[in-house]
């Protein structure tokens, strides 16, 4: 029950947020978009690729 009440929250709070502030999100001067990718398949993918290097150099 309470967790339905929060997602209620939250979804009014982004609806004012982007009433106020707009859909875009700031950072300094300019605007952020959110990453393609998520940093954790990021790191994941990166360690696979150096464990396999590490093999081939063995």
Do not use: H, N, W
């Not at 309470?2 to 979804?11: F, I, Q, S, Y």
């Amino acid at each position: 029950m309470v967790e339905g009440a929060l997602g209620r929250g939250a979804k009014a709070i982004a609806e004012v947020r982007v009433r106020y502030l707009g859909d875009e999100c700031r950072a300094g001067r300019g605007t952020y978009a959110q990453p393609a990718e998520r940093y954790q398949d990021v790191r994941a993918r990166s360690v696979e690729e150096l464990a396999s290097l590490q093999f081939l150099q063995l």
